[in-house]
């Protein structure tokens, strides 16, 4: 789940990492938040793109609110 603390703590490290290195322990910290945060904002993806054709089901076919891509005047 992505929140503040993570986001401040991957910037610190990232900081960090820029300006003096980073031990063997915070760069396998580092590397297992970014894997956390990157799967958050996967999930978070999936989540609106199951929404959006969950949506688009709820439409009959012929409807012609233009959902499906038709053409209207």
Do not use: F, P, W
């Given at each position: 789940?992505?929140?503040?603390?993570l986001?401040?703590?991957?910037?610190?490290?990232?900081?960090?990492?820029?300006?003096?290195?980073?031990?063997?322990?915070?760069?396998?910290e580092?590397?297992?938040?970014?894997?956390?945060?990157?799967?958050?904002?996967?999930?978070?993806?999936?989540?609106?793109?199951?929404a959006?054709?969950?949506?688009?089901?709820?439409?009959?076919?012929?409807?012609?609110?233009?959902?499906?891509?038709?053409?209207?005047?």
């Open positions: 789940m992505i929140n503040r603390e986001i401040e703590r991957i910037n610190a490290l990232s900081r960090k990492q820029r300006e003096v290195g980073l031990t063997d322990e915070e760069t396998a580092q590397a297992v938040l970014r894997r956390s945060y990157l799967d958050g904002i996967k999930g978070q993806v999936r989540q609106q793109l199951d959006a054709q969950a949506s688009q089901k709820e439409h009959a076919a012929n409807c012609t609110c233009g959902c499906h891509g038709t053409h209207r005047h």
